[in-house]
């Protein structure tokens, strides 16, 4: 038995393994060569190693490219059809449900509203389960091509022991009165594939910070404007999550001491007063029967024709915001802010100038000088893809586990 903290050879192995198939899944293509250069590893090491990965089916290779005066490169990179993951974004109108191969294109998705059930939690997960069988479905892929389901969720999630495959997994949400509701559980009735479950900004932030606007940051805030509002805080590369996963419920800091009364039975909050649900509300000359989408869209079609109570209550909104970004810029002093979700991206280019210019009003100067405020550029469906990145990230981090 090998000591208690001293690596065996299969733990540097898999840790070979992993290090490559981060570098050619986010760097990639990239020679055997560039792999050596740019991990350390030796020569020797990278060949074993890609050759392995090649036999495993993980990684192909991809073309060439001519070196200094010697015969060309083979260039590598992951094999994207050699698994597949699904996303699940539970979200405040919908659950949508997506497949993707290792390269997170989509390949098929499910959308179901979820109607006059709200976030009945039986109901939800017969979305979930429904969503997931018919993307399958309609590919063709089998369970046993699906590294797993990653969901996106509102709330604060507790993920239980990690040996028990997703079962532990609890989440608490005043908001949608989800009190400890035993989410892995209840999936793990109706699924076999491994479970992973995080908030809906968090997902949304490792998204962005993988694949959009955060990009090459190490410090940022990802905020989530839907019908609620919520924040990823990205510390030195990593979730800040807090000491019991709850760090980014930022659209529950207050803005009025005593104001309007917001979805979680508290007053004041910053989502009472910027999120979908409380603009359509506060503006209250949406068409009737409307959806809360198109009840946003009127608003912001009604400000561009210069209706008064439009142009107000979405310049209150910018201000709102601007004052709420500087406090995360004097809280966290990120080097990015970037504002995601659907609501964020609908309203995001009429406000995005009033909201840097109350940032700049009310945050302290040197750190507001140092951090830019900027759209996501993911997409309204950026919940999705995050979400699905928790299997992949899983992967990743094992050197290439298929489960």
Same mark, same amino acid.
């Given at each position: 038995?090998a ?12 840790g ?18 560039? #792999? ?91 979305? @979930? ?47 949608? *009165? ?10 793990r009735?109706?699924?076999?594939l491994?479970?992973?479950? *995080? ?9 962005? @910070?993988?694949?959009? /606007? ?17 924040? =990823? ?8 999550r ?13 803005v ?7 979805? =979680?039975?508290?007053r004041?909050?910053?989502? /009472? ?5 409380? +603009?359509?509300?506060?503006?209250g ?7 809360e ?5 009127a608003? #912001? ?9 439009? &142009? ?22 990120p ?10 991206? +609908?309203?995001g ?35 999705? &893809? ?5 299997? #992949? ?8 586990? @298929?489960r």
């Open positions: 038995m000591e208690r903290g001293k690596q065996t050879v299969r733990d540097l192995r898999r070979s393994r992993s290090t490559l198939l981060h570098r050619l899944y986010f760097e990639g293509p990239l020679s055997r060569q560039e #792999l050596g250069q740019i991990t350390g590893l030796s020569a020797g090491s990278v060949s074993n190693v890609v050759g392995e990965l090649i036999a495993d089916g993980l990684v192909e290779e991809c073309g060439s490219v001519e070196s200094d005066g010697g015969r060309p490169r083979i260039l590598l990179q992951v094999t994207p059809d050699r698994a597949h993951l699904i996303g699940v974004d539970v979200g405040e109108t919908q659950v949508r449900v997506a497949l993707f191969d290792l390269a997170l294109t989509e390949l098929a998705a499910s959308d179901h509203p979820l109607s006059d059930h709200g976030h009945d939690v039986d109901h939800v997960v017969e979305l @979930m389960l429904t969503g997931i069988g018919e993307v399958l479905k309609r590919t063709g892929i089998q369970e046993s091509q699906v590294l797993g389901v990653g969901v996106g969720v509102p709330g604060i999630v507790e993920q239980g022991d990690p040996g028990r495959n997703g079962l532990g997994i609890v989440v608490h949400s005043q908001t949608v *009165d989800w009190d400890a509701v035993p989410l892995g559980r209840l999936l009735a109706g699924t076999d491994p479970l992973h479950v *995080d908030n809906g900004a968090k997902t949304l932030g490792q998204a962005e @910070m993988w694949f959009g /606007a955060g990009q090459g940051a190490r410090h940022a805030v990802v905020a989530l404007f839907g019908s609620g509002v919520g924040a =990823c805080v990205i510390a030195d590369g990593a979730r800040f807090g000491a019991t996963s709850s760090a980014g419920e930022w659209g529950h800091t207050k009025h001491v005593g104001g309007r009364l917001c979805r =979680c039975g508290s004041g909050c910053l989502e /009472a007063y910027v999120g979908a649900e409380a +603009l359509v509300e506060r503006w000359e949406a068409p009737p029967g409307s959806s989408k198109e009840g946003l869209a608003l #912001l079609a009604a400000a561009e024709r210069d209706e008064p109570s439009a &142009v107000s209550l979405l310049a209150e909104s910018a201000e709102y915001l601007g004052a709420a970004i500087a406090d995360l810029i004097n809280l966290f002093n080097e990015r802010i970037i504002i995601g979700g659907w609501a964020g991206l +609908l309203l280019p009429r406000l995005l100038p009033a909201i840097k210019d109350a940032a700049t009003s009310y945050a302290l100067r040197f750190p507001r000088a140092q951090t830019s405020i900027e759209l996501g550029r993911l997409g309204p469906d950026a919940v999705t &893809v995050g979400a699905a990145t928790l299997p #992949l990230s899983r992967f990743l981090d094992s050197g290439g586990s @298929m």
